[in-house]
């Protein structure tokens, strides 16, 4: 007795193979689904490793203060506003160190704009202030810095620059000198510890860049990446030491 297949019969018998590839495809633990959790863990962990760096640097940045009766070889000043610089000149005058450099200032800038600026007695400052026109970024300023230091013979140097950049300079300068001791001094523009910080934009805007650039500057020198040195051309310090002559 012979039987007939019906199409319907055929539909079922190549459908079946289709479901069963896609039981299996889809299954708890086919490999389909064991790469989409390893990749959804590991996308979590990525971002709490970053948000949870974020904020430990957030609270490194707030928690930094000015040392009292700080006592130092020299100061150094990062330029990027005239706070900066008029918080290394009051210490300068107080005697917190013999000498003081100002980091990476304008060539356009010239010592009697800054002497001026800063109300820095005369005597005072053809004494005991230098200005580098070399440095470019932070990586520059490590570099003009670390130079100026060797020149003098200093070992214990005061650095100054705003509370949020402060991480990333002493990395900077650390790598590129780790036998010189380097004293924090903070500019704190604005207390993070008595306010909600992170309701104001360009607060938030700056700290998060600042976190950026500090995560990469690790890294960088984690993966070993060739830097540049940050400083200007010799034929462009060559031209600025010319016009502006201290």
């Avoid at 019906?6 to 689904?33: A, C, I, N, T, Y």
């Avoid at 940045?61 to 918080?87: C, H, N």
């Avoid at 704190?188 to 306010?195: F, M």
């Avoid at 976190?211 to 690790?218: G, L």
Wanted: proline share 5%; charged share 25%.
């Amino acid at each position: 007795m012979s039987t007939s297949r019906s199409p319907r019969d055929d539909r079922l018998q190549k459908e079946r193979p289709r479901k069963g590839v896609g039981r299996q495809l889809f299954s708890r633990h086919s490999r389909l689904r064991r790469t989409a959790r390893w990749l959804i863990l590991t996308s979590f962990l990525m971002i709490a490793a970053v948000f949870g760096g974020f904020l430990w640097f957030a609270d490194s940045v707030a928690s930094l203060k000015p040392p009292e009766s700080v006592k130092a070889d020299a100061i150094v000043v990062l330029t990027g506003g005239y706070q900066r610089i008029d918080q290394a000149m009051g210490l300068l005058r107080d005697g917190a160190g013999k000498r003081l450099l100002i980091s990476g200032a304008h060539p356009s800038t010239t010592p009697a704009q800054i002497r001026k600026m800063t109300q820095t007695p005369t005597d005072l400052f053809s004494c005991c202030v230098d200005i580098g026109y070399d440095a470019l970024d932070t990586i520059g300023n490590a570099n003009e810095i670390s130079r100026w230091i060797h020149d003098n013979g200093f070992s214990v140097v005061l650095v100054v620059t705003n509370n949020y950049h402060m991480p990333r300079s002493l990395h900077e300068l650390r790598r590129v000198d780790p036998a010189t001791d380097y004293i924090p001094y903070p500019v704190v523009n604005s207390d993070l510890t008595r306010k909600a910080w992170f309701t104001e934009p360009d607060v938030l805007r700056t700290m998060i860049g600042e976190y950026i650039k500090v995560v990469a500057a690790n890294a960088r020198d984690w993966i070993g990446i060739a830097r540049a040195s940050g400083l200007r051309t010799r034929e462009e310090g060559d031209a600025s030491a010319a016009s502006f002559a201290h």
